[in-house]
């Protein structure tokens, strides 16, 4: 049993939660996820880690409400327990092997939409502790679903906000804020990294393989054990199958088949349907 | 003579019955018919089944025990063998190994040493007998990673002997394997899986779930830094293969893995919890081992019509016989000598049909086996909604990839040698992770032989 240290509501239906695991907080990198049971009868279900504390031991999560069991873990309470987390997952960002000196000579934008905002922040974060000021752009449907950015601006040289209703910041998707950065703006980056929605992510490559720049996305697909195990994260990256969950969860955008996993994402959509009905 | 009695078969679960639940198939031998059956052995000077026994199990001498009504010393007997027996009894390929040996099978059929392996188990359980016994505590301290067969037996085996021992467990259920991949009506968890786990807590072995070793901590962090003095890698092979061919990643086909352990680790077949599973109408399990004949049969029982498809014929089927016979009782439709070579889909990208071809049988390859051949224009289409590929599975690199020095062979196996040491000091390993997708009992075997390195390795230093 792991306990929640902290929980806060920082959004519409969405919760910050720090859990007391001190052995993933002690080995957790930027870019890498966790997998948490809340209850005896739950899903494993993958999320990234947003955050992680060394010292007092615990690894932060964000945790959208949208389904049944995104429903359990947020309607634990501050002080109360999940049945299990296990990590940390995947493979860390890149960018963490890249020595100092090389990283100071690149300029990274990174594209955060929704939920993204959460994995995008350890690694602002970690560019920063190493002297390398990244731009951000914060995506979001509107205003109160904007989260992290005033904690992304104590890391980032610019924080751009768009919003899909033009009720914060820019109006527009975050590929049009990417196209006014490099259009109007002419700024320039050297590498991006993109995490969001499946299908922000797919456009986002799209834009970004037509300004030649690279871009790295983090995947969420569907997985059970996260271990390599199950095989049910399969995607298709430059014409060989890769497990998301070994291989990535980070990928070249412009070599993945976005269209395949935006379908795989699809495989339980009945059941999960079903799920919210007798839960919701 | 005792011969002469025909053998006795274990009391089933009516196949129309079973089908719909997951409930243990086989109900195992009353006393008497335990009894009886023990009568049948010969009590042979020279036993072959004690030989073809990955751990030796004195035979010939539980089974007297049996026959004589005296089930406390047969349990007792096994105990000092097998840490398993109850798992063992019900999953060993027997006709291969001990009971494939038995003089009796010559002209009759051979005694039934799986069934009353399992019966003395189940016996000593339900009768709260244990044999532990645990050697003064000696301060050294063992890493066990994986605890399924392997790591159980090598765990176990070292508590004994007055190690302190941790199992580090990926997953949140302790067993591996046993867990995740062996269904519920060959193997009740809750009675017969939890029962070892628990009897190795109470000699002291400290359980660690959800720690990933290659990711949670290294191989060098135990034992530079939480300072153990030895480590046992039994983290089995749990990487699925898929075929490779086109239509794989289409919505419906899925690794005999992924399908297993939604239904057995997460229960996904109960509707209290809440993990999904889909069989759709018709599902098709490509393969013929064991997983094969568990997903097929656990497919069945979630509601589908179930075809298995495999390459060569029935003779060469991997599974043991006991399953296929389990199997075909069920109504699972049989496709010997059929290959897969394509999977298609519909407008949105759901499976639709599984394309194969005829097959005949060549001449032996490198297993001994007849080589499958394809025998041209002979392509067929089976239409169903669900693919599971069951076609083996090869050990996660995640721990090599993080240990310095620690050598693999091409199929990613971690190399050993005869006793379990591998190319590191104080770094040991068996079952399949060195071996490749293998048995139960050869991975106890494994377990058990590398303990005792680990044990000389230490007393060496």
Not at chain 2, 171 to 185: R, S
Not at chain 2, 370 to 388: A, G, L, Q, W, Y
Request: net charge negative.
């Amino acid at each position: 049993m792991y306990k929640i240290e902290n929980k806060e509501n920082i959004a519409e239906n969405i919760f910050r939660m720090d859990i007391v695991a001190p052995y993933i907080a002690k080995s957790a990198f930027p870019g890498q996820f966790v997998i948490v049971r809340t209850h005896e009868q739950g899903e494993r279900i993958p999320l990234t880690v947003c955050d992680f504390d060394k010292d007092k031991g615990t690894v932060t999560l964000v945790v959208q409400v949208l389904g049944a069991s995104s429903k359990k873990i947020c309607e634990k309470n501050q002080g109360e327990y999940i049945a299990d987390i296990t990590g940390p997952l995947g493979n860390p960002s890149e960018f963490i092997n890249i020595s100092d000196e090389q990283l100071k000579s690149k300029k990274f934008l990174f594209i955060a939409g929704g939920l993204g905002s959460a994995p995008v922040y350890p690694q602002v974060k970690w560019l920063s502790m190493h002297d390398v000021k990244p731009d951000v752009i914060i995506g979001a449907k509107t205003k109160n679903m904007m989260i992290f950015e005033t904690e992304m601006k104590s890391f980032a040289e610019n924080v751009f906000a768009a919003t899909d209703d033009g009720s914060y910041g820019f109006k527009g998707l975050v590929t049009d804020m990417l196209d006014d950065l490099i259009v109007n703006q002419n700024k320039k980056y050297d590498e991006i990294v993109a995490i969001g929605p499946m299908i922000m992510m797919k456009f986002v490559s799209l834009a970004t393989k037509k300004y030649k720049i690279k871009t790295t996305v983090s995947l969420n697909s569907i997985m059970v054990d996260g271990t390599g195990m199950c095989g049910a994260c399969r995607v298709n990256v430059g014409g060989e199958t890769k497990f998301t969950c070994v291989d990535g969860p980070e990928f070249d955008g412009h070599y993945v088949d976005f269209d395949e996993a935006l379908r795989r994402q699809m495989m339980y959509r009945n059941q999960e349907h079903q799920a919210n009905c007798k839960c919701m | 003579m005792a011969n002469k009695i025909p053998r006795v078969h274990a009391r089933e679960q009516d196949a129309k019955t079973r089908i719909k639940n997951f409930d243990e198939v086989s109900y195992g031998y009353s006393a008497d018919e335990a009894m009886l059956e023990a009568s049948r052995c010969l009590n042979c000077k020279n036993p072959r089944c004690v030989n073809d026994c990955p751990v030796n199990i004195d035979i010939p001498e539980f089974i007297s025990q049996i026959a004589k009504n005296n089930f406390a010393k047969a349990a007792e007997t096994v105990a000092q063998y097998s840490s398993l027996p109850a798992v063992c009894g019900r999953v060993c390929p027997q006709e291969t190994q001990c009971e494939g040996s038995c003089i009796l099978g010559i002209k009759n059929e051979p005694v039934a040493i799986g069934k009353l392996e399992r019966f003395i188990a189940d016996w000593s359980r339900e009768n709260n007998l244990n044999f532990l016994e645990k050697k003064e505590n000696n301060g050294k301290r063992i890493a066990v990673i994986g605890s399924g067969p392997a790591g159980l037996t090598c765990a176990y085996d070292l508590a004994k002997i007055g190690y302190n021992v941790t199992i580090f467990e990926a997953l949140h259920e302790t067993g591996g394997v046993l867990a995740y991949g062996i269904p519920e009506f060959r193997l009740p968890k809750k009675t017969v899986v939890a029962h070892e786990i628990e009897n190795l807590k109470k000699i002291g072995v400290q359980i660690e779930t959800n720690v990933i070793i290659g990711r949670t901590f290294t191989i060098e962090q135990l034992l530079d830094e939480e300072k153990f003095d030895a480590v046992f890698i039994g983290t089995g092979a749990g990487l699925p293969k898929f075929m490779n061919i086109n239509g794989e990643n289409l919505n419906g086909v899925m690794s005999a893995n992924e399908f297993l352990t939604r239904a057995n680790l997460m229960k996904a077949f109960d509707e209290n919890y809440d993990t999904p599973i889909y069989v759709g109408k018709k599902a098709v399990v490509v393969g013929g081992g064991n997983v094969a004949m568990d997903a097929a049969r656990t497919a069945l029982r979630l509601g589908a019509e179930v075809a298995i498809v495999y390459r060569r014929t029935e003779v060469e089927l991997p599974a043991r016989r006991e399953e296929v016979i389990h199997a075909k009782e069920e109504g699972i439709n049989f496709n010997m000598l059929t290959n897969p070579v394509e999977i298609i889909g519909d407008e949105k990208g759901w499976v639709k049909e599984i394309r194969c071809v005829r097959c005949t049988l060549g001449d032996p390859d490198s297993s001994g086996r007849r080589s499958p051949v394809v025998i041209p224009d002979s392509e067929f289409n089976i239409e169903t909604d669900v693919v599971i590929m069951a076609l083996g599975t090869s050990p996660n690199p995640l721990i090599a990839s993080t240990t310095k020095g620690l050598q693999i062979n091409k199929y990613k196996c971690i190399v050993v040698d005869d006793e379990g040491r591998t190319s590191r000091a104080g770094v040991f390993a068996g079952g399949d992770v060195a071996t490749g997708a293998a048995t139960v009992i050869l991975a106890m075997g494994a377990g058990r032989k590398a303990a005792n390195a680990i044990d000389k390795y230490l007393n060496q230093q």
